[in-house]
Each structure stands twice: as structure tokens, then as C-alpha cells.
């Protein structure tokens, strides 16, 4: 029996580069997912309606030249969704050349649709920036909280009224123009409140989004700091020394949920304004993310020149991570009413063995049994980390954290939690279970970035 507090796991715990299978029921690839194309079981008997742009290209993807039926495919592609139907339709209607750029259509409206972000409308006028942010938390399907609860009020003052107007913008470009209207920050919290989004009063520079960030699909990557140490040694033996390192922070999509991350980002260009090469080698080790993060941070190193420039002219590289790529939930609505069930989720089940709720606090205790023996305790300890309870006002009030142990295939996690807020009753339990993950590589590029001085 193999007994571990959480914190001494996550802080001993170093993942191996390689994928984690789970059982029969999870896949894992080292290269880029392929993304299957959306077609029906029976494709649409009768043609339906196309515009008459849509039919001018789909005319031209049996063109002669090559490059005119790129062209075509390229701009069907451009137009989104809504040539979605034509292209079901062609893509067994046409002649063999329009089926098979009909489904290469397809096929990237599906990765399109994979890496786009969540999307925000907001009209409100004069309303409440707590209102604002708990609209964008229920389009969002997010846990947004306040610290202290009564952030505005209690720096005896009238909340401010904040009037915004957004149309389908992402969902970090919209928490980022209500924070500056609000007068906010947002941070992540680990409490006893689970991992979620807080916001907080600004203070002066506290603005995630003002400067330079690089989008990848749904993944920001934004340079934090650059740090340099000099060290000069006397004795024993006269030695010059210098350290350098680059932080960066990766705001995440809601929509992802992240499972790991290489503890530091791998640098394939880092050229100075005086044609330095200051890529560092580097092991790029994965770590563990702990459990559901919106967040997340990674260093690199940096090499020290002799005659070095005053910023980086071209900064390029990759942080790898590992993300759910499949994922089956579990949704009871009372966890108390659920006690000794067991309910199976993909090829794993669960067993609340115990739930106790009071005004504020509580503790709950349940059973997980994996899909084969001596799965990886990582792998183990990340679904684990996805378990939630939530009351009946749609805050989460437990999330990972705990206490918990195993012996390769039944594992038993413990929870105690305290917050401000009064919980309200009945309290469900939210489980999600990746039954397939998927290693990605998020890529960033920035110009003129400054170094400190030498």
C-alpha cells in the first residue's frame, strides 16, 4: 500500500517524455493528431442550397490548373461553417476530384473548429463588473470567483458600472477588456475553493495582456521576464559566472484541459540585435501540471555572450504539453444521495465512500478503480485531479487537492475543505475522464524583445 500527501507527490513526481496509455480505452501519439472528417452515416439525398459563391468554387475545384483548385479549396475553407452542407453534400455527389477536395475541405473546418477558442458576445450596459464576469463565466462554462467576495465594495465605494460591447471575441481578449474597465486582475487560485478563476483589485502594472503575446490555436504564450545573474567567485578559484533565463506564461482556453507540461520551453531560435545565438541547451523534461489550470509557467534558459545586444531581435520555440484529447464525463447530481454507488466512467469507476457538507466546509472521501493495474501514479493522479463538487450556485468548492494512495489499481483520495462562502445544498459531483490523450507542441514567435543590460 503506497501512502503519499499530494504535495510531497507533485513535488517529487517528474513525467517521462513519452506518452501514457490507459488501458485499451486510451491512445496516445508523439505526432500531430489527424483530424477525421465529419461525414453522416447516409450523405444528404437532394442538394442543399448554395450560394452562388460557394457554387463558382465549387465549379472551379475541377479546374485544370492546380493552383485554381487550391485556390478554391482554400477559399471554401475560408468561409467556414457555413459551406459545411455543400461540401457533405459534394463530398459524395461530385465527380472524383470535387469528393476529394470536398473532403480535404472538411477535414480542415475540423481542425479549425479543434483550435479555436471559446467565444464571448456581451452587450451590458452600466451593469455591475461582477455581472459582467459571471456572464462570461456561464458562456465560458467556468468557475469565476471574487476576492474578497465583496471585491468593489469593500473599498468603500459604489461599485463602478462598466458598459461593454463584444461579439464573438475569445475568451482571454474579453476577461482582459473587463479587467481593465473593472479596474481588476484575474488569477488563479488553489484553495479550498478548487483551481479557478479569481478576480482582484488591479494595482498598478497589473495587466496580463499588455504586453507582447504570441497565439497559438487556443493557447497564448506570453514572455514574463527575462532574468540575469552575474556571479564572480574569489576562492577557492577566481571564476566568473553568469546565469540567464527567460520565463514565460501560458494562458490557456477553457476548453482545453491540460493533463502536463514540459517543465521549460524549448528555444529553436534566440538571436540578439548583434546576430548572438543565446538558444541555451535544454532538457525539456515534462513536469506535471496540477489538475484543471487556465494558467501555467515555463523557463528557459538562456546563453551569456561576451558582447551582447540590448534585445532579442528573434525569439522562437515550442512548449510541449499533453492535453485530453477525448474526454467522457460523469455528472451526479447529489453526492450524498450517491454514497456506495458505483458509477463507471470509460474504463474507470468510482465509489463515493463518504460526503459531508456543513455551512462552509466538508470532506468527501471516494474509491477510483483504474482500467488495468500499474498504470502510470501520474496519469492516476491527473484523472483523480479532475473530480469536482459543486453546490447548487455553480461554484466549485472542491478540486483536486487532498490526500490519497493506491496499490496499482484501486486508489482511494480524501478531501477536507473550508472557504468564506456559504455552500448550498445539494452539492454534485463532476468527474471529467480523458479516455484519450494527445501530446501537442504550442509555438511561439516574438521580435524585439529586451534583455537586461550586461
Request: charged share 15%; glycine share 6%; net charge negative.
Amino acid at each position: 500500500m503506497i501512502r503519499h500527501p499530494l504535495i510531497n507527490f507533485f513535488l517529487t513526481i517528474m513525467l517521462s517524455p513519452a506518452a501514457v496509455a490507459l488501458g485499451d480505452a486510451v491512445t496516445a501519439s508523439t505526432s500531430p493528431t489527424t483530424i477525421a472528417t465529419t461525414l453522416p452515416a447516409t450523405q444528404p439525398a437532394t442538394q442543399p442550397a448554395i450560394s452562388p459563391e460557394q457554387q463558382s468554387l465549387i465549379d472551379q475545384l475541377n479546374a485544370d490548373d492546380w493552383h485554381a483548385r487550391q485556390s478554391a479549396e482554400d477559399q471554401l475553407v475560408a468561409l467556414g461553417d457555413s459551406t459545411r452542407p455543400a461540401m457533405l453534400w459534394l463530398s459524395s455527389s461530385g465527380n472524383p476530384e470535387q469528393r476529394t477536395r470536398a473532403q480535404s475541405v472538411l477535414a480542415r473546418l475540423d481542425q479549425a473548429a479543434a483550435n479555436r477558442p471559446t467565444l464571448i458576445a456581451l452587450h451590458m450596459k452600466d451593469a455591475n463588473p461582477h455581472d459582467i464576469f459571471a456572464a462570461i463565466a456561464k458562456q465560458a462554462d467556468l468557475d469565476i470567483g471574487f476576492l474578497p467576495d465583496n471585491l468593489w465594495q469593500q473599498r468603500g465605494l459604489p461599485a463602478p458600472t462598466v458598459s461593454i460591447d463584444l461579439d464573438q471575441q475569445p475568451f482571454w481578449d474579453a476577461i482582459g477588456q473587463v479587467s481593465r474597465l473593472a479596474g481588476a486582475r484575474v488569477q488563479m487560485m488553489n484553495s479550498g475553493s478548487g483551481n479557478r478563476l479569481t478576480v482582484c483589485q488591479a494595482n498598478v502594472g497589473d495587466d496580463w495582456f499588455a504586453g507582447p503575446r504570441c497565439v497559438d490555436g487556443r493557447f497564448i504564450v506570453q514572455p514574463l521576464q527575462i532574468t540575469r545573474n552575474q556571479t564572480v567567485s574569489f576562492a577557492p578559484v577566481f571564476s566568473k559566472n553568469s546565469t540567464n533565463q527567460i520565463q514565460f506564461q501560458v494562458l490557456v482556453d477553457p476548453k482545453v484541459s491540460v493533463l502536463r507540461v514540459a517543465s521549460q520551453a524549448m528555444l529553436t531560435e534566440a538571436l540578439d540585435d548583434k546576430g548572438n545565438s543565446l538558444a541555451a541547451k535544454s532538457e525539456n523534461f515534462f513536469g506535471f501540471q496540477m489538475g484543471p489550470a487556465l494558467t501555467f509557467q515555463v523557463f528557459s534558459a538562456l546563453a551569456s555572450v561576451n558582447d551582447g545586444g540590448s534585445k532579442l531581435s528573434k525569439l522562437s520555440g515550442v512548449i510541449g504539453i499533453t492535453v485530453a484529447g477525448q474526454v467522457e464525463h460523469l455528472d451526479l447530481p447529489d453526492a450524498t444521495a450517491a454514497i456506495n454507488q458505483v458509477n463507471t466512467v470509460g474504463n474507470w469507476s468510482l465509489i463515493i465512500t463518504s460526503c459531508h457538507i456543513a455551512d462552509r466546509d466538508g470532506s468527501f472521501t471516494a474509491t477510483i478503480r483504474a482500467p488495468e493495474r500499474n498504470i502510470d501514479p501520474n496519469m492516476v493522479f491527473s484523472v483523480m485531479n479532475q473530480i469536482r463538487l459543486v453546490d447548487a450556485a455553480n461554484r466549485t468548492i472542491s478540486a483536486g487537492g487532498g490526500m490519497w494512495s493506491g496499490n496499482g489499481r484501486s486508489y482511494q483520495t480524501q478531501r477536507n475543505f473550508a472557504g468564506s462562502e456559504t455552500i448550498h445544498p445539494p452539492v454534485s459531483l463532476k468527474w471529467d475522464v480523458p479516455t484519450h490523450v494527445e501530446r501537442k507542441e504550442i509555438s511561439f514567435h516574438f521580435t524585439d524583445i529586451p534583455l537586461p543590460a550586461p
